[in-house]
């Protein structure tokens, strides 16, 4: 599913593009083009992962969020505890 909406969005930026090729700036109004320049920023910032009203979280303790971590990153300091002998394995029956 992920894959067949990444080809749909970068099918419609395609037909988007070549639409704003041909607008004609004398045609558009003020409003279009502040339109224009507030959303291109919040992509913008979206795309660069700046914080937005919509995505900042916080921890209860208004703190931030600890970085999430990948299985690969987990694996390996699961496997470091066990080589510094913090962490013992117990074989299952």
Do not use: W, Y
């Amino acid at each position: 599913m992920e894959e067949r909406h990444v080809d749909i969005s970068m099918r419609l930026q395609e037909t988007a593009l070549e639409a704003l090729s041909t607008l004609s700036l004398s045609k558009m109004s003020a409003a279009d083009i502040m339109r224009f320049m507030v959303e291109s920023i919040k992509l913008e910032k979206l795309v660069r992962g700046e914080v937005t009203p919509r995505n900042e979280i916080s921890a209860t303790n208004g703190g931030p969020i600890p970085k999430a971590v990948t299985v690969k990153e987990l694996e390996e300091k699961v496997s470091k505890l066990i080589d510094q002998g913090c962490l013992a394995v117990q074989e299952s029956s």
